[in-house]
């Protein structure tokens, strides 16, 4: 009974890490969609898009020779820019039109780079060049590697970043002007195109971060990487109460832990069933997220 | 939010709109292709593949098999006419898989259907090719209900009733293991299928299999396995059999050597691809795998295809090129037997194939429209598939 009691103790460690891990990726993209739906109301199911973007720059800068840590910042700048032109080009000559054609439009770009993403690189997973030692670590029966370790501090510092970004800087300060209020915002004399532009590119480079960590933690990329990821990350975001910075991490890391609880300890066959019927149980009693409160602090 | 739902629901009707509309011109047209085609300057074979998606290079080597024999047949000709094959990617997806047979049947008129590899693949257009009487021959589908459909589908490989049995027998008596786990990819046909036949071949013979069907399950197109792969280890078994496709098998073995786990690994055809050393790295080594072919059997006529193909695509064939190679030429060759160029001569020159000696070994399609042939067990290296041992049926 005791060797019981101590197995599922060891046991629920090696979840609860691998459930933060998975959490940290989710909660990264999340961001992304909150930030971008706070401050224009646009579901952006193109998001996922600039996880697979952000991973593929990845690749291609450590295939080239690249070390790791330059490659996740240019991974996080390309993704970044690509959002910042889609933007442009896509989504700001009709946001005036309604939120319906903005989703729909979205959801075009989101199949137009995972096809284009297979005709140009191809479909097969492209195995992602080992640039760093990825060790594992053994702590008692706990396992942990090397990229679980970069993938939960490195979200932790962007995270803190971006809180410090929304909050202590003029710039955080103009987008959650331009959330709460735009045409106030603009009458105060704000570039909100600006501001809007660099909301995705944070948004963006986050997810690009995440997709080039990901890319090292699992060691595969392919066009369609981004679909699974995205549509968590949106759960999550959604779980948190959307347009909330700190609900989308706080979405992200339970989404995380459910999944890899259930998959744990009961069966993994429903794993997406019982993460989303526990999402379903949140909103019914909290329809706003997790943290959606009456007073919502957005952008 | 109630936009976000308003266009979901607009969304959704408009999906329901094109479908039903596909569906009408389906009824239209379909007594229209059942109509024999004799009259033909060539031969029109429909081709569904997986050209990208998951598991992509399978499509990309059984169209390179079909092509390279292709080559040398319409040299020759069959009965005079050379075959064209008109290619429809199903990107690994069975409504895909559905609606590429729906298309080379109505739009393309096709004599027959080649494909696909996927069972779940196949099993999903088989249906359309059974009620529009157009012969299916896959090249590679194991699942058991594939040929079930009717008698329009047939298939020129084994199925997963011997595969699972030749894996279970390499497990119990070469290996002596006795302690099994199973972990199924619960979206595909395939998997199930060869862990059902596993699991009663394996506790028959005096094994043990200490998981439950839906616990120690993953879905395609997952990355993250350690959870589960800690719930395997909790179980302590000396052996796991792992049905899977490469994608998904590659990264959860890597995961599985990296948390201290080193039993084998036993898998079926669905590993065989050059991906799966590239994805796994050095943890591939000491695993087994079930398959059709392997490249250094060192019979001269597979030694001939081998460096043929070596010499058109740059690289040794796997196990879906040699199938694809095979598939062709015993369609071809059915239909040099046929009577006339009717679906229905086709389909019973298919039927009858006896003895016809391929690369991937000689073919004879039973009463169930199942080929009987011989198996090889590979033992997975970083250098590619070892060959261990023949199994004949």
Redesign the interface.
Known sequence: MDSHVSYFFWDLLNYLINGLTQGSIYALVALGYTMVFGIIKLINFAHGEFFMIGAFIGYYCILSGMPFALAMPVAMIGSGIVAVIIERIVYRPIRHAGRIPALITALGISLFFQYAGQMIIGADPKAFPSSIENKTYQLGEVYFSTSQILIVTSSLILMLFLYWLVNFTKMGKAMRATSYNMKAAELMGIDTNKIISFTFFVGAAFAGAAGVLVGLHYGTVDPMMGMIPGLKAFVAAVLGGIGIIPGAVLGGLVLGVAENLVVGFWMATYRDAIAFTILIIILLFKPSGLLGVNRREKV | MT??K??LA??LTLTALIFSGCNKQKEESATAAAAPVTNLDEIVIGAVFP????I??YG?ESVNGINLALKSLNETGVKGKKIRIVVQDN?GEPVESANAVRKLIEVDKVQAIIGSVASSNTLAGAPIAQQSGVPLMTPASTNETVTQTGDYISRSCFTDAFQGVVMAKFAYETLGKKKAVIIID?SSDYSRGLASVFRAKFTEMGGQVVSND??????Q?D??F???L??VK?ADPDVIFLPGYY?EV??MI?QAR???MNMPFLGGDGWDSP?LQ??A?EAINGNYISSHFSSEDSDPRVQQFVSEYEKAYGQKPGAMAALGYDGILVMADAIMRANSFSHADIRDAINSTKNYIGITGNITIDENRNAKKSAVVLETTVSGMKFKQKVNP
Do not use: I, V
């Not at chain 2, 050209?51 to 998951?54: A, F, I, L, R, S």
């Open positions: 936009n976000f308003r266009g607009l969304a050209m990208t998606g998951p992509a290079t990309q990107k619960n839906n616990d120690t399950t993953y879905t197109k990355t993250d350690r959870s589960l800690q719930k909790r994608t590659g990264l890597k990296s948390m201290g991906k590239e994805l790295g």
